[in-house]
């Protein structure tokens, strides 16, 4: 159950589209993608809190896990979501309780996503975060994508344990080889497909 100090760890993931940038879904391993998610979220969920952006391919899994956990554990899950594409939420979003929806800014896409991806950095004090397949932003831009996330992330949270799962491929990969610190490297990271014990070894386990 809950631990009495719940830590708040910050999710980066998608699942790349084919019709996207091809260096993306080239590289992404779409099981894998599932599958840390799947493991990230059954391993995290009972101790501490999850907060995300609400990406259609990741909120069913993470849904999935609160029920398969039979936990009443909805404290330890929040979603931030733009208010600009309310017509596209999935029915998945009522199953949480704990939904931000922020502002629509100008009528812009690009402007009401950097607004919502900022009070979600934002508003909380994160003692991780993790980074799982993903792509580039809806324009092509990869700022806008996982690797703008990333670097955005740890301006506002340089102490923060930061674990890219290169192994899911896709942006997280090109995050891996080109971003994170080499001191911070780790060939579980790239390797280790038995994501269970690697998020309690290098996520749970340091925090």
Do not use: C
């Amino acid at each position: 159950m809950a631990t009495t100090t719940l830590k708040n760890i910050f999710l980066s993931a998608s699942v790349p589209l084919p019709e996207r940038d091809q260096k993306y879904i080239e590289t992404a391993d779409i099981i894998a993608i599932r599958d840390s998610v799947i493991a990230f979220a059954t391993v995290v969920l009972p101790h501490h809190r999850i907060i995300w952006g609400g990406h259609p391919s990741i909120t069913p899994l993470i849904y999935y896990v609160m029920e398969k956990l039979d936990l009443n554990i909805q404290e330890h899950v929040t979603i931030y979501q733009s208010r600009l594409f309310e017509k596209f939420f999935l029915e998945d979003n009522n199953k949480f309780k704990n939904v931000i929806l922020t502002d629509i800014i100008d009528n812009d896409r690009e402007k009401s996503l950097l607004h919502m991806r900022e009070r979600m950095l934002d508003e909380s004090e994160f003692s991780a975060a993790v980074f799982i397949g993903g792509m580039e932003g809806i324009d092509g831009d990869k700022e806008k994508g996982i690797e703008g996330e990333y670097k955005m992330f740890i301006d506002r949270h340089p102490q923060a344990l930061l674990l890219p799962i290169a192994s899911t491929g896709a942006a997280t990969k090109i995050v891996y080889d080109n971003l994170f610190p080499e001191e911070f490297k780790n060939e579980r990271l790239v390797k280790d497909y038995g994501y269970m014990s690697l998020f309690q070894k290098l996520l749970i386990d340091k925090i």
